[in-house]
DNA sequence: GATGTCGATATAATTATTATACTTAGAAGA
DNA sequence: TCTTCTAAGTATAATAATTATATCGACATC
């Protein structure tokens, strides 16, 4: 088992259990790391445009809080998937990127989007 | 732009707002209907093993509790994604099972597993 | 001076999730 | 008969996550 499996190889072995080579289950503890109201989205807008300012997020976002938004960016610094840029000028500014470890998460809304294209109306 | 755009395509529009038809964000109304922490991995296990009964899935859950697996249940058979058949037998036995709609979120799973593959030791 | 900017932080109020106990109707065992 | 057990929930209260609102800091502009 490894990262080569086709999406016909994944189907087939689905029914059982699937592992990384050192036993661990390779879904259950992404989910978790992208678990939040607001981490996946946050992740899509930085697909679409990085860098971004804060409070560009923020727009984009529009009907989240600065609580969340910097939270949310916290964690997704600490698992490694956005950089933060500061630049020490008044007022400040700072800039949120994806990593190449963040920006590999692609694959996972382009099969959204595919769903989404199908059954959103 | 529809459901046919390859993985390629993707990567050169995601730069810019990529919309369905009727002109909505394909992604976002996605990853609000997967919303909350027990939804992704319930799925996830009734791709490994459909049908599955309440308490079958209790199990594979573990720390889960009765309140969050059936109203996750709920939401997830109100979205069209899961199968609720219930026996009338005593004691009760109802299973659950994954829709069509529901069997075609596999892609994304798919996804998340070749990043979990790449990234989790 | 007074006001505005931007990326936060602080606090309290509201939701979401968890922990615990309980319900149901009958089967099986004492 | 009477107690115990089962599976799929429901009810209630406690804890954690999210939201709403106000504020900070250092400087620029009015």
């Known amino acids: 088992m490894n990262q080569l499996m086709t999406y016909e190889e994944f189907q087939n072995r689905v029914g059982s259990v699937i592992l ?50 910097t939270n949310a960016l916290k964690e997704l610094e600490a698992d490694g998937l956005v950089h933060r840029e500061q630049y020490n000028e008044i007022p400040p500014r700072v800039e949120y990127s994806l990593t190449e470890k963040g920006r590999d998460l692609l694959p996972i809304f382009y099969a959204i989007s595919q769903w989404g294209m199908k059954y959103i109306p």
């Open 20 to 69: 990384t080579e050192s036993g661990n289950c390779p879904v259950t503890p992404v989910v978790q790391m992208l678990q939040g109201k607001w981490k996946l989205q946050i992740i899509y807008e930085l697909c679409i445009q990085s860098p971004m300012r804060f409070g560009e997020l923020k727009k984009m976002l529009k009907p989240i809080t600065n609580t969340m938004l």
